[in-house]
């Protein structure tokens, strides 16, 4: 099969994922481990690295997943249009291009383009702006794969934490 083609969505254009994607995958290992597919923009990707500022991070665009380069961090873009970030804001675009990108994301994994999916964090009320039905990501996964419940987990060497209650509150 190859290098693992990992999908990872950018989240909220206005938040902190793009940072940690971008700081994660400037680490000169991790395309040894797998290929990188960040979903969004080239051009948002290029604004938060111009922030970043990572060194030596460069990244591959292209439209399509079907086309990425193996063992480098490619960028598929899954909208042209220019949009307005506001670092720290809660904006209607930003839960919309949020959307868009685990869309497309999703639709990639069924087809098989890529391996596994990581997603960036979102912004909530800035997913219920844009119109997104669901609580969060586990619920929408959820969905789109057709299953009763699902389970956010996140996971290091030494440690593995499954969520139990998704988005309840434990207490009143």
């Excluded at 480098?72 to 220019?82: A, G, P, R």
């Excluded at 497309?104 to 912004?123: E, F, M, Q, S």
């Amino acid at each position: 099969m190859g290098t693992i083609r990992a999908g990872i969505t950018i989240g909220d254009i206005n938040g902190i994922g793009l940072e940690v994607i971008i700081k994660t995958l400037s680490h000169p290992s991790v395309t040894q481990l797998c290929t990188p597919v960040i979903y969004g923009s080239s051009k948002v990707v290029s604004y938060h690295k111009n922030i970043v500022n990572p060194g030596d991070f460069s990244f591959h665009t292209t439209a399509s997943a079907d086309k990425i380069y193996h063992q480098k961090i490619n960028v598929v873009n899954v909208w042209q249009d220019n949009i307005n970030i506001a670092l720290g804001k809660e904006t209607e675009e930003g839960g919309k291009i949020a959307h868009i990108a685990l869309d497309r994301a999703v639709r990639d994994l069924k087809d098989g383009h890529i391996d596994l999916l990581v997603t960036a964090p979102i912004n909530k009320n800035a997913m219920q702006m844009a119109g997104f039905e669901y609580p969060g990501h586990t619920e929408y996964l959820a969905h789109e794969f057709g299953v009763k419940q699902g389970l956010m987990m996140m996971v290091t060497d030494t440690m593995k934490v499954a969520v139990a209650t998704g988005h309840l509150p434990s207490a009143r």
